[in-house]
């Protein structure tokens, strides 16, 4: 008979792995922060629409890579966190060249 695997999750972790994972592997996710936006499709005068946007941490249990997902929940982006931290750093520095405010 298997047992559960009883190493600890990662601390970030708020899954509740009897309700989400079934049979299969454990699957590590982290709170879903929500950051409301605007986005803007095609060529001026733009097509201007709400968006919200998902950011969550997730990791198979036993694999040293974290991953970040990004998107509307349908279509989305995983990175790792170091690829997402490179991704921040930029967007910092594109947001000062554009004259936003601090961040």
Request: glycine share 10%.
């Given at each position: 008979?298997?047992q559960?695997?009883?190493?600890?999750?990662?601390?970030?972790?708020?899954?509740?792995?009897?309700?989400?994972?079934?049979?299969?592997?454990?699957?590590?996710?982290?709170?879903?922060?929500?950051?409301?936006?605007?986005?803007?499709?095609?060529?001026?005068?733009?097509?201007?629409?709400?968006?919200?946007?998902?950011?969550?941490?997730?990791?198979?249990?036993?694999?040293?890579?974290?991953?970040?997902?990004?998107?509307?929940?349908?279509?989305?982006?995983?990175?790792?966190?170091?690829?997402?931290?490179?991704?921040?750093?930029?967007?910092?520095?594109?947001?000062?060249?554009?004259?936003?405010a601090?961040?």
């Open positions: 008979m298997h559960p695997d009883s190493t600890p999750c990662p601390p970030w972790c708020v899954a509740d792995h009897a309700a989400e994972d079934g049979r299969g592997r454990r699957r590590h996710r982290g709170a879903t922060v929500t950051v409301p936006g605007i986005a803007l499709r095609s060529a001026p005068p733009h097509d201007v629409h709400g968006v919200e946007l998902l950011i969550e941490l997730h990791a198979e249990h036993g694999d040293p890579v974290v991953a970040v997902y990004i998107g509307d929940g349908e279509d989305g982006i995983d990175i790792t966190t170091e690829t997402a931290a490179r991704v921040v750093r930029r967007l910092i520095e594109t947001l000062h060249t554009a004259g936003a601090p961040i």
